[in-house]
């Protein structure tokens, strides 16, 4: 079984800093995928950024972008310029990687509730 | 596209009666997946399917029941309602490419009283 954890029950930073979000994660599985939600007050689920673990590169989509660790079991993210509407719930999530392309359900973290102030 | 379906999007209910959260997608995605989320908890896995047919239990079966007779639905059955699944349960749906990552629906509330 996989367990997923984030440190940062709450986090708050000004507008326009930078920020980053930890999670750690353990597991005995070599493949697998890691990825960020973010779920601002309406409640959806947005998937932020994703990231395999066989590729050393680290996933960036625009202002957002990871930090990850694979011997240190560590999957931070980080927001540039952090703006009114990143204000949300983040969360951390694992998937195992499934022989012959597949998927598995995913195991997340509880979450960090990301306030950016005017 | 629609994406992910959930109906209803708020319900409250009795101990002890049943119901069934549906969720659709069009995107003829493969995988699909039910999860409960508590404050203070996370999302947490209750079943999944690969495809249509084949379901499995995830972290916190107990008290669900699934079916995927098609690949488009995944109904989610409350055989006997208790306090303690008074959640916000969300289905997701992926490709079979897994590092697509899931789609979510936008989650129902249950209330059980």
């Known amino acids: 079984a996989q367990t997923v954890t984030q440190s ?4 708050s930073v000004q507008e326009a800093e930078t920020v980053t979000l930890s999670c750690t994660y353990d597991t005995s599985e070599n493949n697998y ?4 939600y973010k779920q601002p007050p309406s409640r ?4 932020v950024i994703r990231q395999e673990a066989y590729k050393q590169q680290n996933a960036t989509e625009n202002r957002f972008s990871v930090n990850f ?3 240190a079991k560590s999957f931070s993210l980080k927001i540039s310029d952090s703006q009114l509407g990143d204000t949300a719930m983040y969360f951390c999530a694992f998937m195992r990687y499934v022989s012959g392309g597949g998927a598995d359900g995913l195991t997340f973290g509880k979450g960090t509730h990301l306030i950016i102030q005017p | 596209n629609a994406g992910v379906t959930q109906t209803p999007k708020f319900q409250v209910l009795k101990t002890g009666q049943s119901m069934t959260l549906q969720c659709a997608q069009d995107m003829n995605h493969e995988y699909m997946s039910w999860y409960r989320q508590d404050p203070g908890m996370g999302l947490r896995l209750i079943h999944y399917s690969v495809g249509a047919g084949i379901t499995d239990q995830g972290e916190v079966p107990n008290g669900y029941n699934v079916s995927r007779s098609t690949t488009e639905d995944f109904p989610l059955r409350l055989l006997s309602a208790a306090p303690s699944q008074t959640s916000v349960y969300f289905c997701a749906s992926s490709l079979r490419a897994a590092n697509y990552g899931y789609t979510f629906g936008s989650g129902t509330r249950l209330t059980v009283v």
């Open chain 1, 44 to 47: 959806q689920m947005i998937l």
């Open chain 1, 69 to 71: 660790q694979k011997a």
């Open chain 1, 8 to 11: 940062q029950p709450e986090m």
């Open chain 1, 33 to 36: 995928y890691l990825f960020w």
